[in-house]
């Protein structure tokens, strides 16, 4: 089992930054990529940001420019660097991880980020 505990999220003004962080516990060995989601109300959850245990990232197309994923394999940990936020950022953010071998997906509770214009 896996579990992913974030935080860092908050309020902000338009323009601002958040940097959400992402705490991988359990069976850290049986992880492989990981990554950021969000669900805004009355949306699909969508992909933000991925990255692979190699380092490899993937970005959704809104936030390319402006959020940076990183990932601490020492600390078991996957930070979402998050510039010039705009009131469509509004969500929860869920971290999210997947099993090297089943590929398994595994969830946090989610963290509010909330973008004020």
């Known amino acids: 089992q896996v579990q992913l505990v974030e935080s860092g999220g908050g309020l902000v003004q338009a323009g601002g930054s958040l940097r959400l962080s992402c705490a991988a516990s359990?069976?850290?060995?049986?992880?492989?990529?990981m990554g950021w989601y969000r669900q805004a109300p009355g949306k699909q959850r969508e992909l933000v940001a991925a990255?692979?245990?190699?380092?490899?990232?993937n970005y959704g197309d809104s936030v390319k420019g402006r959020f940076t994923i990183s990932r601490d394999n020492a600390k078991n940990t996957v930070y979402l660097q998050m510039n010039n936020l705009k009131p469509e950022d509004t969500a929860v953010y869920y971290c999210?991880?997947?099993?090297?071998?089943?590929?398994?997906?595994?969830w946090g509770q989610g963290t509010q980020v909330t973008v004020s214009s």
């Open positions: 999210h991880a997947t099993h090297v071998v089943t590929g398994r997906s595994y």
């Open positions: 359990g069976s850290i060995f049986s992880i492989n990529d």
């Open positions: 990255i692979s245990r190699g380092g490899s990232t």
